[in-house]
C-alpha cells in the first residue's frame, strides 16, 4: 500500500485533510538479556491540526518512547511515521534533524533550559539555528513570553525562576519556530498542584491559538480530562479511551 492510500485510510470524514501526525503499524522491542520487550506492537495513531490527545498510562507502558517515535528522535522497529502525510522511515538524517527543528516542538518534565542564558535567550537560540535573524528571533520570544506571563521576566537566568516560570518558557522555547505539532512528556510532572494547572492553562492555550497537533503524556487524569482525546497504551496498542 503507498503512503498516500495509507494516510487516506484514516482519513475518513476529514477527506480533504491528511493529520498532521499518524504512526501506523509502529513497532519497537527491546533486548533484555535473553528476553525481548515488546513495548509498542501494531500502534496506530493519527493527530489532526489544533487537536489535544492526552497520553494516559501507567510507568514502563511505552509513553516516553511513543513521543520519541512521534518525534523522530527514535525510529521504529517496524511501521511508518508521517508528517503531513510524507513518510520519514527512509529518509536520510539530516532530514529528520531538520522536521525535527521545524516541525516538531518538544517538551519535558525538566525544563532543560541552558542555565548560562536568560529566559530571552533561550527562547531566541532556536529561533536563530533555524535561520531567522537575531531581531526577528528577540521580537517573536519577547512576544511569546509576554503571552504566557512572563514579560517582566525576560532578563532572568533560569535559576532565578520559578518552577512554573521555568516551564512556561521551556513551552515559548517549544513553539519558538512555530512547529506543526508539540509533543509533551509530563510537562508538569514536577510541579505542585496549583502551579501545574497555571501551567497547563498557558500552554492549552497556547495550543489552540496556535493549531497545534498536541500530544500530552500525563498521570494527571484531571488535565487530561480537558482535553480533545484520551488515549492509553495497552499490551502495545494505542487504545482510546472515553
Known sequence: MSETMVVEAVVEEKAEEVPVLFLHDVERHYRQGD???????????AVWPGQSVALVAPSGAGKSTLLHIAGLLE???HGEVYIDGRGTAMLPDAERTRIRRNEIGFIYQSHRLLPEFTALENVVMPQMIRGLARAEAKKRATELLGYLGLANRLDHQPSELSGGEQQ???IARAVANAPRILLADEPTGNLDVHTAEHVFHA????????GLATIIATHNMDLAAR??????IREGKVVELE
Open 203 to 210: 500552554l492549552s492555550q497556547l495550543v489552540r491559538a496556535s
Open 75 to 77: 525510529h521504529p522497529d
Open 168 to 170: 512556561r518558557v521551556a
Open 35 to 45: 528476553a525481548t520487550l515488546d513495548i509498542l506492537t501494531g500502534v496506530e495513531l
Open 227 to 232: 482535553m480533545d482525546r484520551r488515549v492509553t
